[in-house]
């Protein structure tokens, strides 16, 4: 069992930057985050593998970028740029599956979610 608990979240105005944070009690090869808007699908922002191989959304390539600091088993989600259209619940997940994927069903664990918020 892999416990997730993410922090970090917050209001900006559009044009801003959050940094999210994940802390896991093990770190699963693969890793990720997602992103869930009222009224809307989960959706894949970026994960990131063991050997730092990451894969981002088309919709942040440019403005968010995911790292893991493997001695802390701590993931993170640095947003720039942020757009109101980037305000949803966002989700810390892991898998222990080798391939880096945005795919919701490719994850086992989920942490309990952290609101960002993006004003215009």
């Known amino acids: 069992q892999v416990q997730l608990v993410e922090s970090g979240g917050g209001s900006v105005q559009a044009g801003g930057s959050l940094r999210l944070s994940c802390a896991a009690s093990a770190y699963p090869y693969v890793m990720g985050w997602f992103r869930q808007a009222p009224g809307k699908e989960r959706e894949g922002v970026a994960s990131?593998?063991?050997?730092?191989?990451?894969k981002y959304a088309d919709s942040v390539k440019g403005r968010f970028t995911i790292s893991r600091d493997n001695a802390k088993n701590i993931l993170y989600l640095e947003m720039n740029s942020l757009k109101p259209e980037d305000t949803a619940m966002y989700y810390c997940?892991?898998?222990?599956?080798?391939?880096?994927?945005?795919?919701?069903?490719?994850?086992?664990?989920w942490g309990q979610g952290s609101q960002v918020t993006v004003s215009s």
């Open positions: 997940a892991a898998s222990w599956s080798v391939v880096v994927s945005l795919q919701p069903g490719d994850f086992n664990y």
């Open positions: 990131i593998g063991g050997t730092a191989v990451t």
